[in-house]
């Protein structure tokens, strides 16, 4: 899937911090080449959100982009972050005879 991938992104729980299988996928994705988007979910509180920021940090990946899927919160930045990688759009055609030829 990495290797057909234009981007990837990983989610990691920033209540419970970096896990081994974490550190593994973080591993695997950096040496394939792929361009990496690195979310730590769960950070509703302010709390949580210097923890996980800090955590996800020792991953070697860049700045995670600090989300609460529950809450709603952080989804505008991720949607920013991945918007770069999204494909461009077809155009339209607009004139039904020309899509018959």
């Not at 729980?13 to 591993?27: K, S």
């Not at 769960?42 to 899927?69: D, R």
């Not at 809450?71 to 039904?96: I, N, T």
């Amino acid at each position: 899937a990495l290797a057909q991938a234009q981007v990837a992104l990983l989610v990691v729980d920033g209540r419970t911090g970096i896990l081994p299988d974490d550190e593994y996928f973080a591993r695997l994705i950096r040496r394939s080449g792929v361009p990496l988007i690195l979310a730590a979910n769960k950070t509703e509180s302010e709390k949580t959100k210097q923890s996980a920021f800090s955590e996800a940090l020792m991953l070697g990946l860049g700045e995670p982009v600090l989300i609460s899927a529950a809450h709603g919160e952080g989804l505008g930045d991720l949607y920013q972050a991945l918007a770069p990688y999204r494909p461009a759009e077809k155009e339209e055609m607009h004139d039904g005879d020309d899509a018959l030829q």
